[in-house]
């Protein structure tokens, strides 16, 4: 299952902040890549939805992955019916996301989640920009 394979990365999740606004930041951009080839396999929505209760860490303070996954999937699908939303959203999230720890950190994520189901092109294409604007230092 997907979460047992991000598992690890996502257990020092809070080692690198407590920022709700950041941790929000990164579940936008997960769900940016799951859906980024238009095409959602069950298994990665499965654990999108099960990462809370897997990932209990992330929940300790303001932040409730459970309560933010349905307002972050629906952001997500709102910019990807927009032309350039996925991208402005994208940019958005990752300016978000200031500890340059959980940036490095949010590509392995991305990286994790997108090889679940065998990456296709427009996932390769969707980890080329997020490992780019990630890699540059928060503005």
């Known amino acids: 299952m997907l979460l047992d394979r991000i598992h690890p990365h996502f257990k020092k999740a809070t080692e690198h902040t407590d920022d709700p606004d950041q941790h929000a ?3 936008e951009v997960l769900v940016l890549a799951v859906l980024a080839d238009h095409t959602v396999d069950a298994s990665e929505l499965d654990a999108l939805d099960e990462f809370d ?3 209990a860490d992330w929940d300790e ?3 409730s992955i459970q309560q933010y996954l349905p307002v972050a999937t629906a952001r997500v699908r709102s910019a990807m019916d927009e032309e350039g939303g ?3 959203l994208l940019k958005d999230a990752v300016s978000r996301i200031t500890s340059p720890s ?3 950190a949010t590509v392995g994520y991305c990286e994790e989640i997108l090889r679940i189901d065998g990456l296709t092109d ?3 294409e969707f ?3 997020a490992t ?3 890699s540059f230092p928060a503005s």
């Open 86 to 88: 996925a991208d402005r």
């Open 132 to 134: 780019q604007q990630l």
């Open 25 to 27: 930041a990164v579940v």
């Open 122 to 124: 427009a996932e390769r």
């Open 53 to 55: 209760a897997n990932h």
């Open 61 to 63: 303070g303001p932040f």
């Open 102 to 104: 959980l940036r490095e």
């Open 127 to 129: 980890l080329r920009q």
